[in-house]
């Protein structure tokens, strides 16, 4: 789960990563009384909040040099649409800004702890070269980013601190004591990032200007006071949907939509999908339980997103029953029409196959992955004559 800076930096405060003063406005009448409060003279930084780096090279972040000048400044973020690198074209609009106390910098830092899969561990990221062009400096010069692996056994040690002060060029104790809170945080909170961009130093002293952090959603169980973090209108709201469901969406960028009971099979049907030319649209990964009602709104939300031309149902019953999946599928369809190509095999699917053929629907029956995919493509090249 993505949070906003000044929820970030909240957490930042509770474990001790230095921040500078800052306080978060919804309206334009909430930033004028921020800045008369905290910020008479007005000399203030205007930030944008919305679930996106980059903020500061699409005009996200601007400096108020007078109340006045902040004012009119903040008129401006509020219901902006911001288009950065990871928005895509169509951007995010800003319903919120977080209003800072300006830092004087000699440096600029970056460091970041996130889980690394591939060998299974904590670890730090670090360059002296902090700021905006980080993305463009790990492509140019990758031997410049420092990683140091934390021994999940060990936790947190001494010497790794030390490995990461080295890479910063900065005093050890101080970074020591960063990437310790950093650390804590990150276990204690179920954090899968925490990204400082950039660690600020200032006459050797150490200030997170920025701050990414994404909770594990898996792990809401374990902390309840976080759900009240999570901001909707950032969401996609057809992930939204498919999780007060307990399913897992995701949004790709083609126009074939996919339904699959399981990660792995869903993975491999993308990849057919693209092996024979097409581009998958979304992914909907409906889980090993499947009910009706469950089977009919990951249909219908495939088929709601509006890119979706074709959708292909590949589903293996193995706890799930298929012939209820089928039930689901059968009224889904009956509410949006679109191209379906269904294969469908394992636990009762011999049923679930005569339930979709006397449903008198259009669906075409696949009997594999490979083949659904094939008659996909045959249907949309035939939609395209």
């Known amino acids: ?8 930096k909240a957490l930042f405060r509770k474990y001790g990563i230095p921040v500078p003063e800052g306080y978060p406005a919804f309206d334009l009448e909430e930033a004028e009384a921020v800045l008369d409060e905290h910020f008479p003279d007005g000399r203030a930084v205007l930030k944008a909040q919305v679930h996106s780096g980059g903020r500061g090279k699409a005009g996200g972040i601007l400096l108020g040099d007078s109340k006045e000048d902040a004012l009119e400044k903040a008129g401006k973020l509020f219901g902006m649409k911001l288009v950065t690198r990871q928005t895509g074209p169509e951007g995010k609009t800003v319903r919120k800004i977080y209003i800072e106390r300006p830092s004087v910098i000699d440096e600029e830092l970056y460091l970041s702890l996130l889980v690394d899969t591939g060998c299974a561990r904590h670890v730090f990221i670090a360059c002296r070269e902090g700021g905006t062009s980080i993305e463009e400096l790990a492509e140019r010069e990758p031997e410049k980013i420092i990683r140091v692996c934390i021994d999940p056994e060990k936790g947190f040690t001494q010497e790794d601190g030390k490995k990461i002060a080295a890479a910063l ?89 996919c339904i699959c009971n399981g990660a792995g099979l869903g993975m491999s049907t993308m990849d057919a999908i693209s092996h024979y030319g097409g581009r998958p649209a979304n992914f909907m990964d409906t889980g090993g339980t499947v009910t009706v009602e469950k089977a009919a709104a990951a249909y219908e939300i495939v088929a709601g997103c509006g890119k979706v031309r074709g959708i292909i149902v590949n589903i293996f019953g193995g706890i799930a029953r298929t012939d209820l999946i089928a039930e689901g599928l059968v009224q889904g369809m009956r509410n949006i029409r679109k191209p379906v190509v269904v294969r469908i095999d394992g636990n009762s699917a011999e049923k679930a196959r005569e339930i979709l053929t006397a449903s008198g629907l259009p669906v075409v029956m696949a009997d594999n992955c490979s083949d659904a995919v094939r008659k996909m493509m045959d249907l949309l090249k035939g939609e395209e004559q």
């Open 1 to 8: 789960m993505n949070i906003h800076e000044y929820q970030a």
């Open 169 to 257: 060029g900065q005093d050890e104790g101080k970074i020591i004591q960063a990437a310790q809170h950093m650390y804590e945080m990150f276990t204690s909170e179920d954090c899968t990032l925490i990204e400082i961009n950039p660690l600020a130093v200032n006459r050797g002293e150490l200030t997170a200007l920025d701050a990414k952090v994404i909770l594990d959603s898996d792990a809401m169980f374990r902390h309840k006071e976080n759900l009240a973090l999570q901001d909707e209108s950032e969401e996609d709201p057809l992930e939204l949907e498919a999780a007060r469901y307990g399913m897992n969406y995701v949004s790709l960028s083609g126009d074939i939509g």
